[in-house]
Each structure stands twice: as structure tokens, then as C-alpha cells.
């Protein structure tokens, strides 16, 4: 894409009210455009960055249930059945329509997909059963201050599985569990399967947790093991034996809860009224489990862990490009032609690359926005390496730098992305 | 995918206040829920085909500008400033937040892409630009009754385009007008480009309209040459000679508004004082427009207009699944066995495929349940074509039958989609 016909321009500075790393690097890059504390856009770049994080959550979804798409704007009885509209109302964004009915937007979706459930479920024959979304939620957050690690308004992948008996919820959680940790892996993220409130059907839920200095939530952590519980729930404290192997001392750490998976039991299936019939012909609620992933939140972290001082340092797989082609004028024209050639030639081989031909814009500035950016490689046309029939090529995240010759061009970004 | 699998068992009868067609058969055959009036889920086999069409919508756009993502949310200043927050009362959520702040839910955003504008334009040189999205939008519809045509949620594409003069302006206009016609009808409709209000900075906006009964709008069209009008505008009226082409009458028909594009001139970007700066250094307001498309509309007008007294017949391009693999069990296993071959031949040649693998439902509720989901190619393994090593197959929307051997069905669907 060229970038001269973007929707983008990068600020000299974050508003000023912005204190969190990840929002103020996003914002400077033009990433996301605040309308509101909480509330972003998410500008063509960060929109790549957004698509990409999605379809490696799709991607593992997908072999766990079908997608569907659940709506925002919820009634009334469906939050009361379980009594969680008054429980939720300090978070949900509740008021009348113009026909006077109350309504709300959903911060979560376990009422409505039990709902659902009822028209889809009505024997034992139809569990197991997972169905997930990857959808807009909205929480009315005090005093949102993180960037987009705790919107007003944001995207969540909810999955959501029904089951006859708790043997099949069992196995399903682990694959869930699994799966969870492939998708962080994939994103560039290292997180810990932490131990987390249970509520009434389970000793713990479990939260995925990335070690970050941004992070609001306070793990205890054995390094020796990899064991980690919430501290809100631990009995133990910093410095304590680690009670899962005895040996190692429990740690405290600062962390971002990237996503969290739920044993629900009965609880939304039963106000529902979603049950099942065994083969004898008998009803029984179903059990239900429910599993988040906050997208923006998602990139926010990998923005918090993936940069330097000069800016931002995409992990490959999320990266809104793979390359960004710097054209260096020092004059006269031809220079355009030969970087035209090398964009193109990138394309036709299915480099996606960021085309910087803005005329008028100085080597130095294009080299600080690219730096900003955080495009993986970084490839300069100049006079001084058109002379060799060649361009300059740069790994955002290591030394590496090397000339190379545009007929080798895509070997090489391939070879070296592979290794 | 497996049926058994999936989020999905069709309904005798669809909820007695649905009137419209649209609703009445996506209802029955589980590719929609409905949560409250003018609020629907799409189920697995709704969100795959709301997916094929904004495939194609997708598609034709990154053509004209790249995709992005804005709130939904909107704090009442920036609506406000062009007085809209008053004059859209009676169709925007509006409501206060927790700290006593108004906000609303976009029913549009001219507002917020003008806002957002300030930050990326700033010369001559940055135009023209062509952002857009496809995102949710929320219109408190009083009565909402025609299920998908007309819904209190749903989703838009929005594309905004910038320019520094009109013949910028009336160029990309006529680029969308025929973007937007090949997008209709790669989708299997017929739209007519409409003559309709134009507002304040010129004649006429132009709406495409596809005649159906259930459309709510009246529009006056010569069948000779083509020409149509909205009657909300004309002077003419039904029988009149057409004031185009002078020798056609003019009929009335209904239609369905399935998109609009709209010259919008400096009505947003003076009150958000979007400007750019010319080579002398002048400061001028930006010339805007707008162009919309309702994804949900779009997919209740293909309802409405292919459909038979037996249920829902997908064009191709926008169909959930190519082909509807049943099998039709006679009693022993082995007919399973050779179902399941013929699945994974499909879908090991990129055939998309629903694979009707339930167990204990009947031939007779399978087919009945087959032509209800419309998908364009039927396939039926049983007994008697494994007797032949061949299943049969059918085309949904013709009377095409025939027995094809397995080793032979890829091609042969192949051949028969390009024809």
C-alpha cells in the first residue's frame, strides 16, 4: 500500500492525558485515534494489526466451534433472569429507548447465548456443543487510563461450550487451555496459566497473564515450576515455599490478564431455562463454560512488551505489514521509477508492504517514522543502492542489515522470516 | 462441517410477530435469532454468509481506500458541533454515562471520520483520502418489522472519501457508483441507480434500489431506458413519459434501498473545521462524501428475492456453504463410511461443505431441511448411489440432476459453478 494515499500521519506527541506506554506509542504512529477516554479508533494500521490478532484467534477457534455473531444491545429480562442487571449496573451501560423499554449493552454474553441455546439444544444427542464470536463490548470503566488495555468500548472473542456431564467440560477446558496458550505464543506473548477465582462451580477459573510492568493485575509466580496464582486468592505471599513444588520461592509480579477461561456449571443455564434430555427422557440443566480474549487488549500488550525507545517492534505474525519500502530522493526522478520497481516486485511476490513514495519528506524524517512504525523489515531505494541494482535491508528487531539484490529480494525475506 | 457439529436445528414456525418474508425463512432455518425487536443474532450459517458478503463489499473497496474502524460510542460534542445531536434525537441512543457525561451510539459517522480527518489532513498534498469501515451502527427504529431490512442494530459499510475540489469529488463518485453496482451484483441483485434527495450541496444523491415488494420505498422507473427516481423527490408521477429518454412511462414500484452514496460538500468539515492548506498557503474546508451500505439489508434483500415456497435458494457467491453433502442412512453403518469418504473428498478439493451426518432423523426431514437452508448444490450419499459409487446430486435453483461418480464431483461441480 502507498502510503501516500494512507489515512495516515504520524504526531509529534500523545495527548496529554495519556499515560500508558502502549497508548501513547499507538497514537503517535497513528495507530488509533482517541474520540473519548476509552474509546478508540482503530486506524487503517492498527486495523491490520486488529485483523491479523483476529484470524490467529480464528484460526484455533475454528477447529473448537463455529462462528456466529451475538448482538450489543440486550433487554432487560434477559439480564434479570439471572439478576445480574443490578449485580452488572456500576459496568453496564444501561438506559431507556424511545418506547420507554429498558435496555442495556452487553459487557458479556453468557444470558444471551444460554438464550440462544435454548432453540439449539434439546437433547443429550446435541452436547457437545461450542460457539464463539468475536464481538464489540462495552463497559462503562471509571476512570479508563491504559490505552487499550481497559476500553469503554472494545472487541472480545467470547467461545462458549455446552455439555451433558462434567467429564465432557473437563476435557474440553484443557483443549480450550491449549489453545489459548498457542494463540498468545503465536502473537509474540509469553503468558502463564495462573490460578484465578473459581466462583460457585469450580475451586479456579484460570487467567492467562503476561509479565509487564503496565499490568494491574499482581501474580504470585514460582519460576522453578511456571506455578502462578492470582494474589487476590492466594493464601500464600511473596516470598513463600511455592506450594505446587515445594522448592522454588513465589515471586510477585505486575501482569496484563490477556484472557481468562470459566467453568460456568449451571449457573445461566438454569435461570434460562436451557436444559437437555438424557436418553431415559429425563431434563437436566446443561453445563456451560465460557473463555475471553480482549482483542485490543491483546495488542496493547504486545505493544507494552514489543518496543525501544524509538518506537514500536511488531512480532512478525502480527505486524501490519511485513516490509516497509523507504523511497530516498535526492533529486531527480529517477530513484522513484527503480523503488516503483522494487514495490512492485514485492507485491507480485506477496510481500505485504508499506510503500513510503510520499514526495517532499525528508531520508531522516522517513527513517524516524519507520522506526515508529515498527514494520519487521525495513527496505531502503536510494540513488546509492540503485548503483548496485540493489536496496538496503534492515530487521526492525536485530542487527541485521544487508544489501540485496531486488531479483533475490523475496528469497530473502522469506529464508530470513522462516528463521 | 459436520451438522451434528454445529450451532443449528431449524424451526417448524418462525415467532408469530415476524411478518416479513425475510425474517419468517432465515428464522426458520436457524441463520438468525431474534433477541428483541429489530436486535438479531447471526447463528454460524448467518455469519458465514453476512462473511461472503462482506467479502465481496471488502473486496470492491480496497479498490477505492483502506479499511478502518471506528467507535460506536460518541460523546455528544463532536454531534453537537453540526447540531445533529438534536436533530437525530428521536433515532440515536442517547444516554449519560456513569459520570453524568452524554454519550450516543452512532447511527452514522460523518461526525467522527471528520474529526478524525484533522489529524491525517493537513495540505493539498494529503488529498484526496478514501477511509472506510464496516462496523455496527445503532438506530432506535420505532416499529422495526421487516427482520433484516430494517434493523435497532446493524452493520454498515461506511466509506468517506476527501478532496480538495469538485472534479476530485465527481470522479471518485462515479468510481463508487459502479463499485457499488458490481458489488450488487456479484451478490445475485439487480440494483437500480435512483435519483434521490440531494441536501444542501447538490441536486441529487443517488440511491441503488432493488425492486421487491417488501420494499418500503416508491420509486418511479422507465423500463425503457432505465432511468429512476425516488417519488419522495419527483415531480412526475406514475404514467407520465419519462423525463430521461422522453418516450418511456414511468411506473411505480416498490423497492429496497440496498445503498446510497452522497455528495456531502463542507457541511461536516466546516463545523470540525477540517481544512487543508493550498500551495499559497490558503485555508480551505475539505469536500467530503458519503457512501453506505447495510450488510444485514443486504443479506434480507437477497431473501426476499430468491426464495421459494420451500425455503431459501443462495446465489452462489454469497451462499454459506457451496454444497449440502446428506446422508441418507438405511439402517446398517456402511453407508456412513462412504458418506464420510465423499465429505473428505470435498473437502479435501476446497469444496465448502455442510455435511449432514446426524444420526436418526429421517431422508424426508433431511431434504425438507436441506431446501429450507438453500445451499446451492445438494448431494445425497445413500444405499442405492453407493451401489454405483456415485452420490446424486442437485442444484437448488434448477432442475439439474445427476449421478456423478466421487472421483469425478470436484470437477464437476467446478465445471458446473463457471457455467
Known amino acids: 500500500m502507498r502510503q501516500s494515499t494512507l489515512f495516515l500521519k504520524t504526531q509529534r506527541e500523545a495527548p496529554k492525558d495519556e499515560t500508558a506506554v502502549n497508548a501513547k506509542l499507538l497514537l503517535r504512529a497513528n495507530f488509533i485515534h482517541k474520540l473519548m477516554a476509552g474509546v478508540y479508533t482503530m486506524l487503517p494500521l492498527g486495523f491490520r494489526v486488529r485483523e491479523k490478532a483476529m484470524a490467529i484467534i480464528r484460526e484455533e477457534m475454528d477447529k473448537l466451534g463455529a462462528e456466529m455473531l451475538m448482538p450489543a444491545l440486550h433487554p432487560r429480562a434477559v439480564w434479570d433472569a439471572t439478576g445480574r442487571w443490578d449485580v452488572l449496573s ?61 476500553g469503554r468500548e472494545f472487541t472480545m472473542k467470547d467461545l462458549y461450550s455446552f455439555h451433558a456431564d462434567t467429564a465432557s467440560l473437563e476435557e474440553f477446558y484443557e483443549r480450550v487451555k491449549n489453545s489459548y496458550l498457542s494463540i498468545f505464543k503465536r502473537a ?46 492466594a493464601e500464600e505471599k511473596q516470598g513463600n515455599l511455592c506450594p505446587k513444588c515445594g522448592t522454588g520461592a513465589l515471586e510477585g509480579i505486575a501482569a496484563i490478564e490477556v484472557g481468562n477461561i470459566f467453568k460456568l456449571g449451571t449457573r445461566f443455564s438454569e435461570p ?70 522494487v514495490y512492485r516486485e514485492l507485491t507480485e511476490r506477496g510481500v505485504e508492504t508499506l510503500y513510503d513514495d510520499r514526495a517532499g519528506v525528508s531520508a531522516g524524517e522517513k527513517f524516524a517514522d519507520a522506526d515508529l512504525l515498527g514494520i519487521p523489515w525495513r527496505i531502503v531505494a536510494s540513488d546509492r543502492t540503485r548503483a548496485s541494482g540493489a536496496v538496503e535491508i534492515k530487521r526492525r528487531d536485530a542487527a541485521l542489515a544487508a544489501l540485496v539484490k531486488i531479483s533475490e529480494l523475496s528469497a530473502f525475506l522469506k529464508q530470513a522470516t522462516a528463521v
Not at 464481538?135 to 487510563?145: A, G, I, L, N, V
Not at 509474540?188 to 462451580?201: Q, W
Request: hydrophobic fraction near 40%.
Open 272 to 341: 434460562a431455562r436451557l436444559v437437555f434430555k438424557d436418553p431415559t427422557g429425563a431434563s437436566h440443566p446443561v453445563i456451560m463454560a465460557s473463555y475471553g480474549i480482549g482483542v485490543e487488549r491483546l495488542i496493547g500488550t504486545i505493544a507494552e512488551i514489543h518496543h525501544d525507545e524509538r518506537g514500536l517492534v511488531w512480532p512478525d505474525a502480527v505486524a501490519p505489514f511485513s516490509a516497509h519500502l523507504l523511497l530516498v530522493e535526492a533529486g531527480d526522478e529517477s530513484v522513484r521509477v527503480f523503488a516503483d520497481d
Open 188 to 233: 509474540g506473548l509469553t503468558a502463564l496459566v495462573t490460578e484465578a477465582s473459581g466462583g460457585d462451580f469450580s475451586k479456579y477459573s484460570h487467567e492467562f497473564m503476561v509479565e509487564a510492568d503496565a499490568g494491574e493485575d499482581f501474580v504470585l509466580l514460582c519460576r522453578r515450576c511456571g506455578f502462578a496464582r492470582n494474589a487476590e486468592i
Open 90 to 150: 456500576k459496568v453496564m451501560y444501561q438506559f431507556k429507548d424511545h418506547g420507554g423499554r429498558d435496555v442495556g449493552l452487553g459487557p458479556t454474553h453468557e444470558e444471551v447465548v444460554a438464550e440462544i441455546g435454548r432453540f439449539v439444544i434439546g437433547s443429550y444427542q446435541d452436547l457437545p456443543k461450542a460457539v464463539y464470536q468475536i464481538q464489540t463490548k462495552f463497559r462503562d470503566e471509571e476512570r479508563p487510563k491504559s490505552g487499550l488495555l481497559r
